[in-house]
């Protein structure tokens, strides 16, 4: 049986990250120019084409719709992975150019909400 606790804190993890996922991806998905994390600047600063943009904003929201969609385990993990590899190719980019810390803020509070999100979701939210 899962704690209160766990719960509150896997539900407050997972929707900051939901939330933050479907912000980006709107910014993504339709390639407004802003200078937030995943816009058109920061893609053109860390040296990527416009083009990849939409894609990823489309991964981010089923990522989402994954998350938040009851049971179905394996979908879970592969959105969680999936969202681990955005968020870690993100942080490494900004490493690679050499951004300062506020600039990889982002990918980093993407990784410890991924993180906390996964070990704390609730049993029948795990495989096997």
Do not use: C
């Amino acid at each position: 049986m899962m704690k209160k606790r766990d719960k509150i804190i896997y539900w407050v993890a997972t929707a900051w990250l939901s939330l933050g996922l479907m912000s980006t991806a709107i910014i993504q998905v339709f390639s407004i120019k802003t200078e937030g994390a995943g816009g058109v600047q920061n893609v053109d600063h860390l040296g990527y084409p416009h083009y990849i943009l939409p894609l990823l904003g489309l991964w981010k929201i089923l990522a989402v719709i994954a998350l938040l969609s009851p049971k179905r385990p394996l979908l879970k993990e592969w959105a969680y992975a999936g969202i681990f590899f955005t968020a870690t190719g993100a942080l490494y980019s900004h490493l690679m150019v050499g951004d300062a810390f506020g600039l990889m803020a982002p990918a980093l509070l993407y990784l410890v909400l991924i993180g906390v999100s996964w070990y704390f979701r609730p049993a029948e939210k795990k495989l096997g």
